[in-house]
Structures are given as C-alpha cells and as structure tokens.
C-alpha cells in the first residue's frame, strides 16, 4: 500500500525560530512530491520536487527531495506566526490510466508563537 | 478570479437524504478530482475525472457518484447521506493528461463542509 509519512505531527516554536518539517514515502511508481500550505481553507500550493527539480526555495520556504533515502524536508526560516498553518505533503505516481490523484500525508501543525 | 469554486460553502443535512456539491474550475484544466476530509484533517481522494472520464475509485461507497457535464465541471451527488459522511470535501484540478506527462500541481477549492445530522 502507498504510504506517506510526515513527521513530526506537530510543532509549537517562536517566531524568528527556523523548523524543518519532514515527508518520506513508500509508493510504486514515484512521479513528484508536492508540499502544501492549508489554514483555514483549502490547501495552497507551495512546492512541486521531482527527479529533474530536487530542490526549490522561495523567500523564507525551501524543500529538497532525497530520492535515495526516499524523502523531503521542509524548512521555514525565520518564522512568523502568519507561518502558523498545517503543511501536507503529498506524492503523485505513474500509473497505467494517466491521471492520479495525489496521496497525502497526515500534515505537519506548525504553531508560531509570538 | 476564482481559480476552482465549490458550492455551497456549507451543507447541513439529515440521514439518508440525499444531496449535491458542484465545482467549476476556470483554469482550463484537464483532469479534476474530489477529495474528502477528515475531522483529524487526513486528506484522502475520492475521484479523478479526465475527459469526461472516470479514472479513479478509491474504494468509495458507491453512494457517491461524480457527474462531469463537461470539461470545467466536476459534481458529486451522495446518496442516502450517512453520519460518517460529515467532512471538508475539496474538489481540486490540474493540468495532467491521460497517458501523457503534465504537471501533478493541483489547485483546490474552499472546501464543503458537509454536516450530517
């Protein structure tokens, strides 16, 4: 069964403080690993890491993808508390029909405190 | 402009009836999908639509039904609503082709909370 594991489940840190989220995979047929911010709605995209981009960054947010221990990090410098959010992590896959849907891990809760 | 909506926003209901959640996506994408929610916040799909084509089930009681009236649309009817139906339901769409390689990023929209009562 495919499986995505992120870790930890949650996380209280200071602001100013940098985190680093974690995201490891059991899939067949491994595609791309994308990173997701969700507050109180729908999910927003952040990052998309696959064999030809294994490394991403934008402003205070990076993600590198790790094909040989099969999992990526997620870290946040110098955190706000408008960081404050759950981050999924989710993977695509090949698969023989063309079109997936993506299989989510359980979320980080990241709390930035004041 | 809205990228994906869903309507209604909120959908409080009693067992056993049954109800629909519409989704349009402006973005011209070709493969649309429904996700469901849980309350420990596990996101799970549900559908994927390409083409007017179902690709995937994963498992769902067929109780649910998607309905694609055409390319831009993506509608989930559930039947005989049940109490552990209560949930976010996201419907979400990307650029992903049937066979072919294309983008994986998925774009969501603001999520129905169903309420079975």
């Known amino acids: 069964e495919d499986k995505v594991v992120q870790s930890p489940l949650s996380l209280v840190v200071h602001e100013g403080d940098t985190v680093t989220l974690n995201c490891s995979y059991e899939v067949t047929n491994f595609r791309s690993l994308l990173w997701y911010k969700q507050e109180k709605k729908a999910p927003t995209f952040l990052f998309m890491l696959?064999?030809?981009?294994i490394e991403k960054k934008s402003g205070r947010l990076s993600s590198i993808l790790d094909k040989k221990e099969l999992s990526s990090i997620l870290n946040i410098t110098a955190t706000q508390t408008g960081d404050s959010a759950i981050y999924l992590c989710?993977?695509?896959?090949?698969?023989?029909?063309?079109?997936?849907?993506?299989?989510f891990g359980k979320g980080t809760h990241l709390i930035i405190q004041p | 402009d809205t990228a994906v909506s869903q309507t209604p926003k909120y959908l409080v209901t009693q067992m056993g009836n049954d109800k629909s959640i519409k989704c349009e996506q402006n973005l011209g994408h070709d493969t649309m999908y429904w996700y469901k929610q849980d309350s420990k916040k596990f996101l799970k799909i549900m559908f994927s639509?390409?083409?007017?084509?179902?690709?995937i089930n994963e498992t769902v009681p067929n109780r649910f039904s998607p309905k694609s009236p055409d390319k831009a649309h993506l509608n989930l009817h559930i039947n005989s609503l049940e109490l552990g139906d209560s949930a976010v339901y996201f419907c979400?769409?990307?650029?992903?082709?049937?066979?072919?390689?294309?983008?994986?990023?998925?774009?969501f929209g603001p999520g129905t909370r169903l309420t079975v009562l």
């Open positions: 989710a993977v695509g896959m090949y698969s023989g029909g063309g079109a997936d849907g993506l299989t």
């Open positions: 639509y390409n083409n007017k084509e179902l690709i």
């Open positions: 696959t064999s030809s981009g």
């Open positions: 979400a769409s990307s650029r992903r082709k049937r066979g072919l390689s294309g983008e994986d990023t998925q774009y």
